[in-house]
């Protein structure tokens, strides 16, 4: 008779951690990689500025970093819709969140998304935006489930047919 083993929620710890963590980086390193397959070349946008971000997540499992997640204040922003108007005040936009695929199937973003909704309410935004891609069938069904609408295109990559973005009231 064979045994599974399987990772439990109390092997699961969250933490906020700077930007720049050892851990958060090698993650969005790894993320970019991934993506850079999935579309078919590296992403062109400027690159996210570090003070700008309001909140980094990591989860690790058995120590290990295994997802991450990030957001950062758009507030008042310019949102790349080219008609000069801007986001929201207290509006976050949800950043890079990954999941080493060794961990998948674990609940990880669910539960960082969960996690950064919760500390983007403490901080007081009302509400987050996030971009995604039609490459990444599992984030777009990840968002839906957590209750993420379509809305109208923004941000660096605003006029390229493969993006979707979604929102949410917090």
């Known amino acids: 008779m064979s045994t599974t083993t ?21 993650l969005r390193a790894a993320q970019e990689a991934e993506m ?14 570090p003070a700008s971000i309001v909140v980094t997540l990591v989860a690790r499992v058995d120590g290990e970093p295994a997802a991450t997640v990030a957001v950062r204040d758009v507030s008042g ?15 976050g936009e949800v950043k890079r969140l990954y999941v080493d695929p060794a961990r998948r199937g ?19 935004f009302r509400r987050f935006v996030l971009e ?6 599992e984030a777009i069904g990840l968002y839906e489930a957590l209750g993420y609408a379509p809305i109208e ?18």
């Open 132 to 137: 995604t891609g039609i490459e990444q069938p």
């Open 153 to 170: 295109k923004y941000g660096d990559h605003a006029h390229e047919e493969k993006q979707r973005c979604y929102g949410k009231r917090l």
């Open 6 to 26: 399987h990772q439990h929620a109390d092997q699961v710890v969250v933490e906020a951690v700077a930007w720049d963590a050892p851990g958060a980086a090698a």
């Open 77 to 91: 922003t310019d949102d790349g819709r080219g008609r000069g108007t801007t986001h929201p005040a207290a509006t």
């Open 36 to 49: 850079a397959v999935r579309y078919g070349g590296e992403d062109d946008a400027p690159a996210i500025d």
């Open 106 to 124: 674990l609940g990880l973003a669910k539960r960082l998304m969960a996690d950064v909704e919760t500390a983007a309410r403490r901080v007081g």
